[in-house]
C-alpha cells in the first residue's frame, strides 16, 4: 500500500515570500523550491507589476511540508475553517514555537496542555 501524504497548501494576497520566510526561520525548516510569477511559463500572461510575487513556494524540514502561492487580489480570499497544528518533541520546543509563530498573529486559542 502506497503512504499517502497531505500537504497544506497556503495562499497570500502578495505576502508569501515573506511569510515562508517567516515560517523558515519559526520552524528551522528550508525553503527548498520558489518560483515567482516573472519566472514561470505564464510571465507573458502576468502584469511585470506581479512578476516578484509567487507563482509556487516549497517549504521542507523535519517532518514539514508546507507549499504556498500568492493570489491575484481578485482571486484572493481569506481562509476560513482552516486550522494547522504543529507538534513538538518537548514542552520547551512547542512554548518557543508557538512564540515565535504568535508574534504579529492572531491566537485563536492559547497554548495548553490537551488530553
Known amino acids: 500500500m502506497s503512504k499517502i501524504r497531505l500537504n497544506p497548501y497556503l495562499n497570500f494576497p502578495g505576502t508569501c515570500r515573506e511569510a515562508f520566510a517567516f515560517y523558515a526561520d519559526c520552524l528551522g525548516a528550508d525553503i527548498v523550491f520558489q518560483l515567482t510569477m516573472g ?13 516578484h510575487h509567487i507563482c509556487h513556494v516549497c517549504l521542507q ?9 500568492d493570489c491575484p487580489p481578485e482571486y484572493f480570499e481569506k481562509a476560513q475553517g482552516t486550522t494547522l497544528s504543529v507538534q513538538a518533541d518537548s514542552v520547551k520546543e512547542a512554548e518557543t514555537l508557538f512564540a515565535a509563530l504568535a508574534e504579529g498573529g492572531e491566537i485563536k486559542m492559547p497554548m495548553e496542555e490537551t488530553p
Open 61 to 69: 524540514g523535519d517532518g514539514i511540508v508546507l507549499m504556498g502561492s
Open 39 to 51: 519566472e514561470s511559463p505564464m510571465a507573458d500572461e502576468v502584469p511585470k507589476e506581479s512578476h
